[in-house]
């Protein structure tokens, strides 16, 4: 019985030195580096969390330098519960420092994260104060909060970035990868991940946009007394300059602050002047009289018998004061802007070229134009299920299709410019970190007619302007333009107590230096354009032109040019 009990003690201590044995030879190789990639991966996992550290965004300037968006720091506060030792007064002197009461903070401390977000974004005094308690476990990160110094000043044409450094909207988010430069993943040291030497850490680039800062002022508070004038509910004005193609001003309103996008209704935040359709209306006339004369189916002293009415495809097409104008020439179907006499042009026309040249005008495509949210609008065409031989007709006066104020504006700049087309554009230069200067310049999208019938029809636009006696008339100026009353669709027909009114104009017709499009929508104290957005067009290039300096046409012309 003695040898079985020794038997049996040598076998538990030779179990007991085994056991011994390996625990000595797993410390072993935890101390001198047998699997150390393994620990060293369990060590990045346990203590170091990832952070993106973002560059400083890109500034933007309007073409004189004005600043219009720059950077503001403020910080993230965050703390690893794994690394803090005394939490009792870590959560006190935090507490002291950001406001946060010490019960919240000592739960945070007792989460199982690698990492607990306590601030974002938290301003620069609280960041400052609690770097200065320098606790173990508390990280505190920079960040880039963008900055617009004037507010809501050209709102729709900047956007917004959200705290993550993402553009969104207008030029912040078409640009966002050049404002926005290269971020680089670190931890909460700031310590690249990323050890091969080359760091792809690259601020972002400096943009200078075809925006004039006091002519964009000009185009938000006109068209602010304008909603109070006419009692419209929103409206949008666009200035640009038609050789170019640059946009000098573009605003619309309700807006909002980008500042505070946060508190913003977002409904607010597309830009109207690029991301919302309307029919048009009578301003589609100046693009039928252009195709009319290009193909050869009119020319300037044809003449028509107005009876007042016109069937086409089954529908009967009338003019908007519902009379007839017996026998008319071109300029004065434009004065009086009658839908009988646009209707037959189209159809003298004819489908094939009327369509090709609203394709040449630029409608029912993209413009092109460098801000985020563009759309391109709609227009039936011959061929197509829904479209209907009365669609001709009804497209000729701006009906049956929906464009963007942007392609209003820029088909009627064609006839300003000699018929071309122009690249609408917001960036005229770009400034890259090392100093590399790239220009923007115009470019030619195509040509919708040719130079005589554009300088023709200019010279027509001109015309119908004096004979309408239009409140559009500026004292001084020779200006060319057309009004737009139109319709609002609803399911079943068309609003019958509302209307998109529209002028666009431009000048000196001899030399246009401006084109400006006012709209208008649902205004209440008339629903013609004639008696809302003539009159607003005119108070604001009255400002314009001083702005501009651009001389009487009287000066302007005369022998000495002074």
């Known amino acids: 019985m003695q040898a079985s009990l020794h038997r049996r003690l040598s076998f538990v201590t030779f179990v007991l030195a085994a056991l011994g044995l390996l625990i000595a030879y797993r410390l072993i190789s935890i101390q001198f580096g047998v699997d150390t990639s393994y620990f060293a991966a369990t060590a990045l996992t346990e203590y170091r969390y990832q952070v993106t550290v973002h560059p400083p965004r890109g500034e933007i300037y309007d073409r004189n330098g004005v600043l219009l968006a720059t950077n503001a720091v403020e910080y993230e506060i965050g703390l690893s519960p794994i690394l803090i030792y005394d939490r009792q007064v870590t959560a006190e002197k935090l507490a002291g420092a950001t406001g946060i009461p010490v019960e919240e903070l000592l739960g945070d401390m007792a989460s199982d994260q690698q990492y607990v977000l306590l601030a974002r974004p938290a301003s620069a005094t609280m960041g400052q104060a609690v770097i200065a308690l320098q606790l173990d476990g508390v990280a505190v990160t920079p960040i880039n909060r963008r900055f617009y110094p004037h507010g809501s000043l050209a709102a729709h044409v900047l956007g917004f970035v959200r705290y993550d450094d993402q553009g969104n909207y207008g030029i912040e988010g078409y640009y966002d990868d050049i404002l926005a430069g290269k971020a680089q993943v670190s931890d909460a040291s700031r310590i690249p991940f990323d050890v091969s030497g080359e760091s792809s850490f690259q601020p972002g680039s400096t943009l200078y946009l075809t925006i004039d800062s006091e002519i964009q002022y000009l185009a938000e508070s006109a068209l602010n007394q304008a909603l109070l004038d006419t009692g419209a509910s929103s409206g949008t004005v666009i200035i640009m300059e038609p050789k170019t193609g640059e946009i000098l001003a573009m605003a619309s309103l309700p807006t909002f602050d980008p500042n505070r996008f946060f508190s913003e209704d977002v409904a607010k935040f597309s830009n109207p002047a690029v991301s919302a359709q309307y029919e048009p209306g009578s301003v589609i006339k100046v693009m039928t009289m252009g195709i009319a004369l290009d193909t050869g189916a009119t020319y300037p002293d044809s003449v028509y018998d107005d009876v007042g009415y016109v069937e086409v495809g089954g529908v009967v097409i009338e003019n908007w004061d519902r009379k007839a104008h017996g026998v008319t020439d071109m300029t004065g179907l434009l004065a009086h802007s009658l839908n009988v006499g646009a209707a037959k042009l189209s159809l003298a026309v004819g489908p094939t070229k009327f369509y090709n040249g609203l394709d040449a005008f630029g409608f029912g495509e993209l413009t092109g134009i460098d801000l985020e949210g563009e759309i391109t609008g709609i227009i039936r065409r011959p061929g197509q299920t829904d479209w209907y031989e009365a669609d001709l007709a009804e497209n000729s006066f701006g009906q049956a299709m929906a464009s963007t104020p942007l392609q209003v504006i820029n088909a ?39 130079s005589q019938t554009a300088q023709t029809l200019s010279n027509m636009l001109y015309n119908a302007l004096q004979i309408e006696a239009s409140k559009a008339l500026v004292t001084g100026y020779a200006i060319a333009g057309k009004t737009g009353t139109a319709q609002i669709p609803i399911p079943g027909g068309y609003d019958p107590n509302g209307t998109i009114a529209s002028f666009v104009g431009y000048g000196p017709v001899d030399d246009p230096r401006f084109i400006v499009l006012f709209k208008l929508d649902r205004p209440t104290v008339s629903i013609y354009a004639s008696d809302t957005a003539a009159p607003e067009f005119e108070k604001l290039v009255q400002r314009l032109v001083v702005l501009m300096e651009i001389p009487p046409d009287a000066i302007r012309l005369s022998p000495s040019g002074r």
Request: hydrophobic share 40%.
């Open 412 to 450: 009627v700049a064609a006839t300003a410019n000699d018929g071309l087309i122009m690249q609408p554009h917001m960036v005229i230069k770009r400034v890259d970190p090392d100093g590399k200067v790239t220009d923007y310049g115009p470019s030619a999208l195509g040509r919708a007619m040719s």
